[in-house]
């Protein structure tokens, strides 16, 4: 049935009805367009698709990408119904929101964790032993701060048209302050691809259990823009069509993308000095949202409270009659746990994140019992505990998800406990609310009981904050100098 449609139709005809589809799916049908039609003749007007039949291919596409293995497989079945329910949600969740891209902050977050911090602990950190700049220079050869100059014109050209030319991106150089021609041409390359460079990333990362091919990885994640024509042969760049079924995917390639680029080549020795960036770069959004005499480092606890007396968090936020417990992990669900949704899967993907949750329990449990070394707590009298993650970690704070954690707790010997889990993203959008005087604690306990959304709605309507009052917009406006805008 799609065959037959031309691949550059087809993806424009997605592109101009994405306020119609969900994001997922229109990721779907793009990936089926890839991997089954052909480019369309080099014309400068494309017939797109009839609604109608983008309505029947969407359904088909729904269809098949709700089509959990736990209805049709026997023994998945058998396997699941006795676990926790969540775990099969995860499963269709984890493939489904990815697409939901938040551009708040999106190229003032990328410069600060892999620019302007790591330049910060290279001189002054000793722990600081990967130099991420220079990795990333070495692993693309273009610098970061070109890769997100680049990202964010894209970005920019892709949300306003929905296709373009290679040579609508040569003009901004005529206005704006933008690396040169071959550079530009590396990044766009790096992320975009023809349907030959699609369809083997496609084959070179899908699941090998076909029972799970519906949860695919979808390569648009690596490569969101689409160019219909092969590059086998040179295609001059007013003939160079590119199209961004997903134009959000962009921010998201120039910020976790590349963490995980840079963790997939390097693992490890990026991870452990990338968890310090990390640390920084929340102690910088607590710093724009509160005086500092209410946030104490953990530097600052350890003069009192040695290693050899326990586990101490990040942060510890001063609020009044509370304290509020930070622990900040760069920690994600791994694919094998959101594709399968097996539970030692899951929990294997977590174990940094139940090691924080450790900390914080034994760290409180001083607290309350007013450890000697710890007087500066004496007088507060409750302790609200957070993990901070640097991807929204899908479910985490539902009640079958916090009963299978505390389970997990409870056999290393940690009682049942109050904690949440938050991503970096979420922080970030309380920051100028906090920053306006509203309780980082109360917005904590409200979060427990209340939806995110909710909270943030409620919040801006009090506060008549928007983004130009967060502390990203300011970077923002760094960027945007720096390229001439």
């Known amino acids: 049935m799609i065959r037959r449609y031309p691949l550059d139709a087809l993806l424009i005809g997605i592109r101009e009805s994405e306020n119609r589809f969900e994001p997922f799916v229109r990721a779907g049908i793009s990936l089926f367009a890839i991997r089954f039609c052909s480019a369309g003749p080099k014309i400068e007007r494309v017939q797109t ?40 949600v995860l499963r269709l969740v984890g493939h489904q929101f990815p697409f939901n891209i938040s551009t708040f902050g999106h190229h003032a977050q990328p410069f600060m ?111 969101p823009i689409v160019r219909p024509w092969s590059h086998n042969n040179y295609v001059p760049y007013s003939k160079d069509r590119m199209i961004v079924p997903i134009p959000d995917l962009i921010a998201y390639r ?17 991870s452990d000095s990338f968890g310090l960036v990390f640390e920084n770069y929340v102690g910088w959004i607590l710093k724009e949202a509160l005086y500092e005499d209410k946030i104490v480092h953990e530097k600052t606890i350890r003069k009192n409270f040695p290693e050899e ?7 510890a936020i001063l609020d009044n009659e509370s304290v509020v417990l930070i622990e900040c992990k760069a920690t994600k669900f791994t694919r094998g746990a959101l594709v399968t949704g097996k539970e030692d899967y899951v929990i294997d993907s977590l174990k940094q994140l139940i090691k924080g949750l450790i900390q914080l329990s034994k760290f409180r449990k001083a607290c309350i019992d007013k ?11 409750s ?16 009640v079958l998800f916090r009963d299978m954690i505390n389970e997990e ?13 938050l991503s970096i993203n979420e922080l970030e959008a309380f920051q100028a609310h906090i920053k306006a005087g ?48």
């Not at 373009?164 to 990044?187: C, D, H, M, Q, W």
């Not at 450890?371 to 009298?381: E, V």
């Not at 302790?383 to 539902?398: G, K, Q, R």
Request: glycine share 2%.
């Open 309 to 315: 007396f326990g586990p101490v968090p990040d942060f």
């Open 371 to 381: 450890h000697p070394s710890l007087k500066m707590f004496h007088k507060h009298k």
């Open 113 to 223: 964790l892999y620019k302007k911090i790591p330049n910060i602990l290279k001189g002054s950190s000793p722990k600081y032993t990967f130099d991420i700049e220079s990795a990333f220079f070495d692993l693309n050869d273009f610098s970061i701060s070109d890769f997100i100059d680049v990202c964010f014109i894209t970005h920019s050209v892709a949300v306003r048209n929905n296709h373009f030319t290679r040579a609508y991106l040569e003009k901004s150089r005529e206005k704006l302050n933008v690396p040169g021609e071959l550079t530009i041409s590396k990044i766009v390359d790096s992320i975009s691809g023809d349907p030959e460079k699609l369809s083997t990333c496609y084959y070179k990362f899908r699941n090998n259990n076909r029972k799970y091919r519906m949860y695919d990885l979808n390569p648009l994640f690596l490569f």
């Open 438 to 485: 509203h309780s980082l604690n109360v917005i904590l306990k409200r979060l427990k009981v209340e939806h995110f959304n909710t909270v943030l709605e409620e919040l801006n309507t009090k506060s008549i904050k928007t983004y130009r009052d967060c502390c990203l917009y300011k970077i923002q406006n760094e960027i945007y100098e720096r390229i001439g805008i």
């Open 383 to 398: 302790f609200e505990t957070v993990l901070l993650t640097i991807e929204p970690l899908y479910l985490i704070n539902s």
């Open 254 to 270: 120039m910020s976790t993308g590349v963490y995980y680029q840079l963790f997939n080549e390097y693992k490890t020795n990026f």
């Open 409 to 421: 707790l409870s056999k290393e010997g940690v009682s049942k406990f109050d904690w949440i889990i």
């Open 49 to 88: 698709v009839r609604q109608k039949d983008l309505e029947n291919i969407a359904h088909l596409v729904t269809l098949y990408l709700l089509a959990d293995p736990i209805t049709f497989d026997r023994n998945e079945r058998n396997e699941f119904s006795s676990s926790n329910p969540v775990l099969m």
